[in-house]
């Protein structure tokens, strides 16, 4: 998975509460982004980051915010979560942007009940 | 949890036949295409891209054809193994701004028979 963990694996949680996932890559890259992937859908992109500190919206942003206070972390955080949050959660690298393949990480299913 | 491959198109093929999984991009401006393998409970593994300068790119066994006259990418691998049973999709780059973005199609789900 290119250097990449994704922190939890799994998580059920319940309705209203806060939850945060993170990313962590090994390979210094520049992007960073949150997608999330539902049966019936492509991957949807949530946010991504450009930089430290720089980030932006995605397709999907609504109910979500995120971090990147270092090159190696970006943070996923849903505020208050719900149901249409479940999902499995993919984060993904790439080196140069434009044109650049992305690589992924191994995923975090989200159960919110 | 629900798996990625339902609600999919489906390919079906024998044990070392030839696979051809396509797919229609949306966007006549894009430039750079990529096709992705996900294996049941795993991430999107990157298996081969293209650049909108060349029609044909070849890799281990697979191959991609672009034909941007109907905004076509195709996926060939060659003798099929049951290894390959994933769900395929491709990405395009649409520029978004300074900053990279992909779009992803909803994928292929490819069995392979033994």
């Known amino acids: 998975d290119a250097g990449i963990t994704q922190s939890p694996r799994h998580k059920v949680t319940e309705t209203g509460t806060p939850v945060t996932l993170r990313c962590h890559q090994t390979?210094?890259?520049?992007?960073m982004y949150w997608y999330r992937q539902d049966p019936g859908h492509g991957l949807r992109l949530i946010h991504y980051s450009y930089g430290v500190k720089d980030t932006d919206k995605g397709e999907v942003s609504d109910g979500y915010s995120v971090s990147r206070s270092k090159t190696e972390d970006f943070l996923l955080t849903l505020e208050s979560a719900t149901s249409s949050q479940t999902s499995v959660y993919f984060c993904?690298?790439?080196?140069?942007?434009?044109?650049?393949?992305?690589?992924f990480g191994p995923g975090t299913r989200l159960l919110v009940l | 949890g629900e798996s990625v491959g339902l609600h999919l198109p489906t390919l079906s093929v024998q044990e070392g036949d030839n696979s051809i999984i396509n797919c229609a991009y949306s966007?006549?401006?894009?430039?750079?295409f990529i096709w992705y393998k996900q294996e049941s409970g795993k991430g999107p593994q990157f298996i081969i891209d293209i650049r909108s300068n060349m029609d044909k790119r070849q890799g281990q066994r697979v191959t991609v054809l672009l034909n941007k006259t109907v905004k076509h990418l195709s996926l060939q691998i060659a003798a099929t193994q049951p290894g390959d049973s994933a769900v395929y999709f491709c990405?395009?780059?649409?520029?978004?701004?300074?900053?990279?973005?992909?779009?992803f199609g909803k994928g292929t789900l490819l069995t392979v028979n033994p």
């Open positions: 993904a690298i790439s080196d140069r942007g434009r044109g650049e393949t992305q690589y």
């Open positions: 390979e210094n890259h520049r992007y």
């Open positions: 966007n006549s401006a894009s430039d750079y």
């Open positions: 990405a395009e780059n649409i520029a978004g701004g300074s900053n990279y973005k992909l779009t």
